[in-house]
């Protein structure tokens, strides 16, 4: 759908099936906007939690009108007027160029990622963007969001109690009319209203109890980073690119829309719940102008759905080495 066309070299193992090559971008396509950054290092998986169903990554870099491959696609797609009038509109009103604010914001690498089996759930959805000073980010994100909503200071909605002795505020970010320019873009569904920083990484839901969750999750490290199927997973791929989109076998399933109970999709149903997932990948080699792409799905049938948890306790300083199992001299246990 996003290329004229495709040029794949299939190979297979025991554990995975992968594909790489080149497309050459049709001109509607987000591939020409993409293939006009520059490749950098994915590690953002290690802040998505590791029972996170799907997600969607970009690296930074020139993004908006200051990207020439951006606006050729917004112009191919019929977006570059409304797109340049709602800008001006914008200046009008609050003498701000708002898509240059949000350029200063979402400077990062970015994420959507959802616990359920869409990104677009409003419930279980949660932007990431981690940057390379979060304290100048979160000041542009409170600033835009005053100017936004004619206020001094960003308003505080709550704040989640990490230890005895720490609390992390909520804060307020966009309303569900603001115009976010690129990042609409960029993703299908962009979640807004509510945001929380740690240490280096913005957290933007729409829903209190998913930015819980990922702090929650982040603060365990338990995160795809740290999981040891993901990590076996990604090894196809480049550690540099432009794009990235994960979904587990369950949201596989749920594309391939195999819902009857007939014996063949039955059969169809088990094989591909027998694999971690699949990836691809949007990156470049060297000065080409044709995105390289991979593609990998990996065979795990006898992994864990969810790493079961015996015990958990939250620490209020960082830990210098892994837990260790020791035996109850009393009991044996």
């Given amino acids: ?45 290690k802040y998505i939690p590791s029972d996170a169903k799907i997600f969607i990554s970009y690296v ?4 908006g009108l200051s990207n020439e491959a951006f606006v050729h696609q917004l112009a191919q797609n019929g977006h570059q007027v409304s797109y340049r009038a709602r800008q001006e509109e914008l200046f ?15 400077n990062g690498d970015l994420a959507l990622f959802s616990t359920s089996n869409t990104i677009a759930d409003s419930t279980n959805t949660c932007l990431i963007v981690v940057s390379d000073n979060a304290t100048i980010t979160q000041a542009s994100l409170n600033d835009l969001s005053c100017t936004l909503h004619n206020i001094e200071i960003p308003r505080q909605v709550g704040e989640i109690k990490t230890t005895p ?36 990484t913005i957290f933007i839901a729409d829903n209190i109890k998913m930015l ?9 490290s338990r995160t795809l980073g740290n999981d040891a199927d993901f990590r076996n997973f990604r090894t196809p791929y480049s550690e540099e690119n432009i794009c990235f989109l994960f979904m587990n076998s369950d949201v596989m399933l749920r594309y391939a ?6 014996e063949d999709d ?11 997932g699949m990836g691809i990948q949007i990156s ?22 969810m790493p079961p948890t015996a015990w958990q306790s939250r620490v209020d300083t960082t830990l210098i080495g892994r837990p260790w199992g020791v035996i109850n001299h009393n009991t044996g246990e």
């Avoid at 609409?184 to 979640?191: A, D, G, T």
């Avoid at 829309?257 to 007939?262: E, G, N, P, Q």
């Fill in 60 to 63: 930074a870099g020139n993004r």
């Fill in 92 to 106: 009008k009103q609050y003498n701000v160029d708002i898509e240059d604010r949000l350029s200063q914001i979402f």
């Fill in 1 to 45: 759908k996003m290329a004229k066309w495709v040029e794949l070299d299939l190979s297979f193992d025991k554990k995975s099936l992968s594909a790489n090559g080149f497309a050459s971008s049709s001109n509607n396509s987000q591939l020409i906007a993409l293939a006009a950054n520059k490749p950098m290092r994915f590690d953002i998986d």
């Fill in 212 to 220: 819980e969750h990922a702090l929650y999750e982040n603060q365990l």
């Fill in 257 to 262: 829309k195999l819902h009857s109970t007939s």
């Fill in 165 to 200: 002795d720490m609390t992390i505020p909520i804060y307020e970010a966009f309303d569900s009319d603001d115009e976010l320019f690129f990042l609409n873009e960029l993703f299908s569904y962009v979640p807004r209203k509510y945001y929380i920083r740690y240490e280096n």
């Fill in 284 to 305: 470049a080699l060297g000065g080409l102008k044709l995105p390289y792409i991979s593609l990998s799905i990996h065979h795990e049938p006898d992994r864990l759905q």
């Fill in 266 to 276: 039955l059969k169809l149903q088990h094989a591909v719940g027998n694999f971690y």
